[in-house]
C-alpha cells in the first residue's frame, strides 16, 4: 500500500536549502591586528566610554535632569557590564554644573535638649562655625573670670551683702530693744535666738527665776511669750531677705556675664551676617550663657533638668558644633557611592557613651548618613546589598517618600525602646537616587512593592553585548587601553588587542557581538599581565593571553576532565566509530557559575507496533524538563503530519538519555531523537562518528539552540582524546552558525579536514548525512523512491498499520460469550 506516500507530498523540502560542510573560515570570527593604528595599548586614546550603552546612557541623563519627584533611576544589566562606572560618570558630569551644597549641622537646643536643631550654612561656612564655636567656647572660661574679677564687680556684691547683713542686723537690734522695755533680753545660743528675763541689766539665772513670787514669774513669762511672737515674724522673714539678696546678686552676675561675653558673640555676628539661623543661634547661646553663668563660672555641668539627664550632661560642650556634612573644599553637587547601605550607614545614627553602667547619648554624637551627604547632589547605591540590609530600604523609601531627613534608631521604628532618647529636627531632603542592580531584582520589585514604582519612574537597562562593527572593535581597543591604564598593566600589543576582542564574542556567544562585561575583560587582561610579569616582558602578547585562558580552564575544568575520562574508560558509553540503529550522539551542556562547557550523551530509541505514541522516559520517571517534554511531543507531531494524514500511526515507541542520573531540560536534543526514531523506524543505522544538537518544529526545520561553541569543542575533545579520524564532526543548526567562535585547535582540524561542522536546515538533511542515505523526496504520484529512509519507514509503518487492522478484525470476529 501507498496510501501513506502519497500524503507526504505537501511537506517540501526547499530547494535551496542544502546541508552544508562549514568551511574553516566560518568557524570563528577573527580579528585582524592590523585593523588597529597602533602598535601597543599606551598609544591608544584612553576611552572613558563602554561601548553599546546609549539606550541606558539616555535614560540616566533623562533620570537626573527630570525634576519631578519620584524621577528616580533604577540602572539594571549584568553584572561586571560596567554599570557602576558608566552611573558614576554621567552623575559626575551632570554634578559638575552644579553649585555644591549647604552644609549641615546639629546644635543644642537649650529649651529641650533631647529635640537638637539642625542648622544650614552654605558650602564651607559650617567648619567655620565649628572652628569659632570652638574658640568661643576656649575663651567663654576665661572671658567670664576677667569680668568677674574686677573691683566694680566686687564692691557692687560686697554693698549689696552689706545691705542685707545690716538690715538683719538692724531688725534684730529694733527687737532686742523693744524686748528691754518688757524686761527680757534677746541672746542667741547654738539652738537659735531665745529670751531671757532680766532684773536691771542682768539676766535672771533659772534657779533665781523660781525663787520670784508668782505673779512676776507669769509676767516674765508673757513678755517672753509676746517678744517671741515678733521672733518668729522676723525669722519668717529672713528666707524671703535672703532670695532678693540672691536675686540682686544674680542680676549683677548677668549684668557682669552679659559685659563679659557680650562682646564675643557680636564679634562672632560679624563674620554671620548674612545667615539669619546663625544669628538667631548664637543670640540663644548667650542668653543660654547668662542663664547658667554662675554655674559655668564655678565650673559646673551647666543647667540640667530632669529631661536632659537621660541623654547624659555636658559643660561648656552644650555651645559647639556637630558638623554633620562638611562641604569645604566642594565646589559642584556631591556624587555619593555607598558601599555599605546599611541602616545606619544610609539614614545616620546616635552614637552612645557608657557613663555609671548607662548608655548615655546627646547631640555631639549624632552622626550623619549617606543621604545626608548626598543631599543636593546624587546617591548610588547596589540593590541587593540595600535589600538584604534590615530596614535600609524601607528607610530610603520614607525619606524619598516625605522629602525629609530623620535620624532614628531601628528600635525606635519598631517600637521597641521605651526610654528617652534624641529627636533630631528634620532636614529637607533632595536628592537623586540610582540604584544598580540585576534584572531579576528589577522586576522582582516592580510585582512585589507598590511603591517601587512612585519612586523609581525611570529604568535604564544596560546591553549584555554589543554589534560587534568596525567602530565598535575600536573602541574595544580604546576600552582595553583603558582598562591597561586604570589597573597598571603594562601595554597590549595589537595582537593581544585582537585576541581580546575574539574572547569579548565568545563570551558574548556570538561571532557578531562583543560582551559588554567589562570585568570579564579586565579579569583576563589582569592575568595574562601576570603571565607577561613571570615572563619578565614589558608588553602583553597573545601568547600570554593565551596563557591566561588556559590557566582559568585549568582551574575550572575537574568535572569535564573526569567525565572525559569515563567516557574514553566506557564507564560512559559513548561510540565515536561505527553505526548503530535507533542510536545518536547528543550534546549536552554542563553550566557553571564561572564555566560552561559540554559533553556528549547517548540517546537511544526503539519503535513497535502499538498505540502508545512516543513515550519520554526522562518524563515519565519525572527527570525531563516542560521544555524538554515539549520537544519530544513536537517530533511526535512531526511524525503524524508527516506519516499519519489519513489513519492514526500504529505505533508505540520509547526515547531515553541513557546513563543519565539527573535533570534533562531543553528541547535542543529534539533533532537527535527525531533521527534516532527514523533510524529504528527505517532499520538504518546512524553514524556514531557524528554528534547532532538543535531543536525543531513541527515541520522538521531545525532551529537554533544555546551553547553551540561549547558542544562543537565537547564532542571534539573527546575524539581527539580517542584519534581524530576525518570522519567524527558535529551537525548543528544553520542559525547557529553566526555564533561560531571556536577554539583554534577545533578550526585548525577542520581546516586540515581532520574534524567536521555540518550546518543542517531540516531534519530531511540531518537524517541523510547521519545514514549516508538519500531521505527520499515523493514524486507527484506519491511514490518515494527505494532504498530511501522515507521509502523503510512508511514500509515499516505499513507493516505496523496492517497488523494493527488484523489483530482487530480478529477482536470484531472473535464470538461473544
Not at 577573527?30 to 546612557?57: M, Q, W
Not at 564692691?155 to 549689696?160: A, D, G, Q
Not at 533632595?430 to 540604584?435: A, E, Q, R, S
Not at 530511501?788 to 519507514?793: L, R
Request: net charge negative; with cysteine; proline share 4%.
Amino acid at each position: 500500500m501507498n496510501h501513506r506516500l502519497k500524503l507526504t507530498a505537501p511537506v517540501l523540502i526547499p530547494a535551496d536549502s542544502q546541508a552544508s560542510v562549514l568551511a574553516a573560515g566560518s568557524l570563528r570570527h577573527s580579528c585582524d591586528p592590523r585593523s588597529f593604528p597602533f602598535i601597543t595599548t599606551a598609544e591608544v586614546e584612553k576611552n572613558l566610554d563602554t561601548p553599546g550603552h546609549e539606550r541606558a546612557e539616555e535614560a540616566i541623563s533623562f533620570g537626573i535632569e527630570i525634576k519631578s519627584p519620584g524621577h528616580n533611576v533604577f540602572a539594571m544589566g549584568e553584572s561586571g557590564s560596567g554599570r557602576h562606572a558608566a552611573v558614576l560618570r554621567l552623575l559626575r558630569a551632570k554634578a559638575a554644573g552644579e553649585p555644591a551644597p549647604d552644609d549641615w549641622c546639629y546644635v543644642n537646643n537649650f529649651d529641650e535638649v533631647r529635640k537638637p536643631c539642625a542648622l544650614a550654612l552654605p558650602p564651607g561656612r559650617g567648619i567655620l562655625l565649628k572652628q569659632d564655636m570652638e574658640q568661643f567656647v576656649s575663651e567663654l572660661g576665661t572671658a567670664i573670670a576677667s569680668g568677674f574679677d574686677t573691683e566694680e564687680y566686687r564692691s557692687r556684691l560686697e554693698l549689696i551683702k552689706e545691705e542685707f547683713k545690716k538690715k538683719h542686723e538692724d531688725a534684730l537690734h529694733s527687737l532686742g530693744e523693744d524686748a528691754m522695755k518688757s524686761g527680757v533680753a534677746l541672746l542667741s545660743g547654738p539652738e537659735g535666738f531665745f529670751f531671757m528675763p532680766m532684773k536691771g541689766k542682768e539676766t535672771i539665772s533659772p534657779e533665781d527665776f523660781a525663787k520670784l513670787p508668782e505673779d512676776e514669774q507669769k509676767q516674765f513669762e508673757k513678755a517672753i511669750e509676746k517678744n517671741s511672737e515678733k521672733l518668729e515674724k522676723l525669722t519668717g522673714q529672713f528666707p524671703r531677705w535672703r532670695r532678693d539678696l540672691q536675686k540682686k546678686i544674680r542680676e549683677i552676675n548677668q549684668e557682669t556675664m552679659k559685659l563679659a561675653v557680650g562682646h564675643l558673640i557680636e564679634d562672632l555676628k560679624e563674620g554671620y551676617k548674612g545667615i539669619p539661623a546663625v544669628i538667631g543661634f548664637l543670640d540663644r547661646v548667650f542668653i543660654d550663657v547668662i542663664k547658667v553663668g554662675d554655674e559655668l563660672r564655678r565650673g559646673g555641668r551647666g543647667q540640667e533638668d530632669t529631661e536632659s539627664a537621660p541623654t547624659g550632661s555636658i559643660a561648656l560642650e552644650r555651645f559647639q558644633i556637630n558638623l554633620i556634612v562638611d562641604r569645604s573644599g566642594q565646589t559642584t553637587a556631591p556624587v555619593v557611592y555607598e558601599e555599605s547601605p546599611n541602616f545606619p550607614n544610609l539614614l545616620g545614627r546616635f552614637d552612645q557613651i557608657a557613663h555609671l553602667g548607662s548608655l548615655l547619648t546627646n547631640f555631639s554624637l549624632i552622626r550623619g548618613g549617606a543621604l545626608h551627604r548626598a543631599n543636593g547632589g546624587y546617591l548610588v547605591l547596589d540593590a541587593e546589598k540595600l535589600l538584604t540590609q534590615p530596614f535600609a530600604y524601607d528607610g530610603l523609601k520614607r525619606a524619598l517618600k516625605s522629602r525629609k531627613l530623620l535620624i532614628e534608631s531601628p528600635g525606635q521604628l519598631l517600637g521597641l525602646m521605651s526610654t528617652l532618647t534624641l529627636e533630631p529636627e528634620e532636614m529637607p531632603l533632595n536628592v537623586k537616587v540610582v540604584l544598580v542592580g540585576d534584572r531579576r531584582v528589577y522586576y522582582l520589585l516592580k510585582e512585589l512593592d507598590p511603591e517601587f514604582d512612585e519612586l523609581f519612574k525611570v529604568m535604564a537597562d544596560f546591553e549584555s553585548d554589543i554589534e560587534r562593527t568596525a567602530d565598535n572593535v575600536q573602541s574595544y581597543a580604546k576600552l582595553v587601553g583603558r582598562l591597561a591604564h586604570v589597573n597598571n598593566l603594562r601595554p597590549f600589543t595589537r595582537e593581544a588587542v585582537a585576541r581580546i576582542v575574539e574572547y569579548g564574542s565568545r563570551m558574548s556567544g556570538d561571532s557578531e557581538r562583543l560582551t559588554t562585561r567589562t570585568r570579564l575583560i579586565a579579569d583576563i587582561m589582569s592575568e595574562a599581565d601576570h603571565w607577561a610579569a613571570k615572563r619578565n616582558e614589558s608588553v602583553v602578547d597573545v601568547v600570554h593571553l593565551e596563557d591566561a585562558l588556559a590557566a582559568q580552564i585549568r582551574r575550572a575544568d575537574r568535572v569535564r576532565n573526569t567525565l572525559q575520562r569515563e567516557i574514553v574508560r566506557d564507564t560512559l558509553l559513548i561510540a565515536t566509530t561505527g553505526a548503530e540503529v535507533g542510536q545518536i550522539n547528543g550534546l549536552a551542556v554542563v553550566d557553571f557559575p564561572d564555566y560552561a562547557f559540554a559533553h556528549p550523551v547517548r540517546i537511544t530509541a526503539n519503535t513497535w507496533q502499538g498505540k502508545g505514541g512516543v513515550i519520554d522516559i526522562e518524563r515519565e520517571v519525572e527527570l525531563g524538563g516542560k521544555i524538554h517534554s515539549k520537544g519530544v511531543l513536537i517530533l511526535s507531531s512531526f511524525l503524524a503530519s508527516r506519516f499519519a494524514r489519513t489513519e492514526p500511526l500504529s505505533l508505540g515507541a520509547s526515547l531515553v538519555f541513557e546513563q543519565s542520573y539527573g535533570p534533562v531540560e531543553g528541547d535542543s536534543a529534539s533533532l537527535a531523537e527525531l533521527c534516532a526514531l527514523l533510524s529504528s523506524l527505517s532499520g538504518i543505522p546512524i553514524l556514531q562518528s557524528l554528534a547532532v544538537t538543535g531543536s525543531i518544529n513541527q515541520h522538521g526545520r531545525v532551529q537554533a539552540i544555546g551553547g553551540v561553541n561549547e558542544k562543537i569543542e565537547g564532542f571534539f575533545d573527546l575524539c581527539r582524546a580517542r584519534g581524530l579520524t576525518g570522519e567524527q564532526g558535529v551537525l548543528i543548526p544553520t542559525a547557529n552558525v553566526k555564533y561560531l567562535m571556536l577554539r583554534d585547535d577545533v578550526v585548525q582540524a577542520c581546516a586540515e579536514k581532520r574534524f567536521t561542522v555540518y550546518a543542517v536546515d531540516t531534519v530531511d538533511e540531518a537524517i541523510e548525512i547521519l545514514t549516508k542515505t538519500k531521505i527520499g523526496t515523493p514524486d507527484q504520484l506519491g511514490r518515494i523512491p527505494k532504498g530511501t529512509v522515507n521509502f523503510y519507514v512508511n514500509q515499516r509503518l505499513d507493516t505496523m498499520a496492517n497488523a494493527a487492522r488484523s489483530d482487530t478484525q480478529r477482536q470484531t470476529k472473535r464470538p461473544r460469550k
